[in-house]
């Protein structure tokens, strides 16, 4: 799309979607990471990541499950939709997901726990390889998976646990596991991600255009429009990254050569507008001009 030629990128760069190619090498971001990987290579079970809306962690998620499903002796599944009515649902969809063999004829919960053990014994002690599941939005899952789990991570040899069980959720599934003392003590690593200080804004700024194919030697983005957008962020990566990409759209419409404070401002404004249904700008018409402007340079 000419867009990006004009911007002198090659795809998108402040996408919210969770791609390992923008993962952001953030200090916070790869000790998260590094964490994860080093208790599922030593198979110590069960971890848990947690976070605020937009910190981060399904782009952590995502870069964990690209070196996982790399790695040929590792088998490594996900779950993005945890929610089950009953125990047998969710044993159910664990056999389907790792192709369980079953035995014929109707099943029971305790046919399919036997059967899912049978096959964890299997794969990670007769084939030494690393069985993983990762369960994203994991705050809203049932109690009697979490005793599911629970009953899963006893299963282990005299060095390891036979599953690797990764937990990602929002702030509220802290409580819920703290609560549980038979299960917060079987948490090996414990993951917190934060919002970014504003040199990191600085740096996902940069880190996600040159992943785009920016190739300039002048930033894109002044130093006083970073710390506004850091500030009206609050350093939350999928906000920054909203943010960014208006300030993007605005800097083509208005024939910019870059984002710049006043810019910024124009950006927060229109939002604060459209958010109280005011439209994204009341000047005489001047968005629906600039909107124009911009299909005509970039050629749509």
Same mark, same amino acid.
């Given at each position: 799309?000419?867009?990006?030629?004009?911007?002198?990128?090659?795809?998108?760069?402040?996408?919210?979607?969770?791609?390992?190619?923008?993962?952001?090498?953030?200090?916070?971001?790869?000790?998260?990471?590094?964490?994860?990987?080093?208790?599922?290579?030593?198979?110590?079970?069960?971890?848990?990541? =947690?976070?605020?809306?937009?910190?981060?962690?399904?782009?952590?998620?995502?870069?964990?499950?690209?070196?996982?499903?790399?790695?040929?002796?590792?088998?490594?599944?996900?779950?993005?939709?945890?929610?089950?009515?009953?125990?047998?649902?969710?044993?159910?969809?664990?056999?389907?997901?790792?192709?369980?063999?079953?035995?014929?004829?109707?099943?029971?919960?305790?046919?399919?726990?036997?059967?899912?053990?049978?096959?964890?014994?299997?794969?990670?002690?007769?084939?030494?390889?690393?069985?993983?599941?990762?369960?994203?939005?994991?705050?809203?899952?049932?109690?009697?998976?979490?005793?599911?789990?629970?009953?899963?991570?006893?299963?282990?040899?005299?060095?390891?646990?036979?599953?690797?069980?990764?937990?990602?959720?929002?702030?509220?599934?802290?409580?819920?596991?703290?609560?549980?003392?038979?299960?917060?003590?079987?948490?090996?690593?414990?993951?917190?991600?934060?919002?970014?200080?504003?040199?990191?804004?600085?740096?996902? =700024?940069?880190?996600?255009?040159?992943?785009?194919?920016?190739?300039?030697?002048?930033?894109?983005?002044?130093?006083?429009?970073?710390?506004?957008?850091?500030?009206?962020?609050?350093?939350?990566?999928?906000?920054?990254?909203?943010?960014?990409?208006?300030?993007?759209?605005?800097?083509?419409?208005?024939?910019?050569?870059?984002?710049?404070?006043?810019?910024?401002?124009?950006? =927060?404004?229109?939002?604060?507008?459209?958010?109280?249904?005011?439209?994204?700008?009341?000047?005489?018409?001047?968005?629906?001009?600039?909107?124009?402007?911009?299909?005509?340079?970039?050629?749509?």
């Amino acid at each position: 799309m000419s867009y990006y030629r004009v911007l002198g990128l090659e795809r998108e760069p402040f996408s919210t979607s969770p791609d390992p190619d923008f993962f952001h090498n953030s200090a916070g971001h790869r000790a998260a990471l590094c964490r994860l990987q080093i208790a599922i290579a030593l198979k110590r079970g069960l971890s848990v990541m =947690i976070g605020d809306i937009g910190t981060g962690k399904t782009t952590v998620s995502r870069k964990l499950s690209r070196a996982l499903n790399e790695d040929e002796n590792v088998t490594f599944r996900m779950i993005l939709n945890p929610y089950f009515r009953t125990e047998k649902q969710f044993l159910s969809r664990l056999a389907a997901l790792f192709h369980v063999p079953l035995p014929s004829g109707r099943m029971t919960s305790l046919d399919y726990m036997e059967a899912i053990e049978r096959y964890l014994f299997t794969q990670g002690v007769e084939r030494n390889r690393t069985v993983v599941l990762l369960i994203d939005e994991a705050q809203i899952l049932p109690d009697f998976v979490f005793e599911v789990l629970r009953i899963l991570l006893n299963y282990e040899t005299n060095e390891f646990k036979i599953l690797q069980v990764v937990l990602v959720g929002q702030m509220e599934l802290l409580p819920r596991v703290t609560r549980m003392a038979n299960f917060w003590d079987r948490v090996s690593a414990k993951v917190m991600l934060k919002p970014l200080a504003v040199g990191e804004v600085r740096e996902l =700024i940069d880190a996600r255009l040159r992943a785009a194919g920016y190739r300039g030697t002048q930033s894109m983005f002044s130093a006083e429009a970073v710390g506004m957008i850091c500030e009206h962020t609050d350093g939350f990566p999928r906000r920054v990254n909203l943010l960014c990409h208006n300030a993007l759209e605005h800097m083509v419409m208005h024939d910019k050569r870059f984002v710049d404070l006043q810019l910024v401002h124009r950006v =927060i404004e229109s939002e604060i507008a459209s958010d109280d249904f005011k439209g994204l700008l009341d000047e005489e018409g001047a968005e629906d001009q600039d909107a124009a402007r911009m299909l005509r340079v970039v050629g749509a």
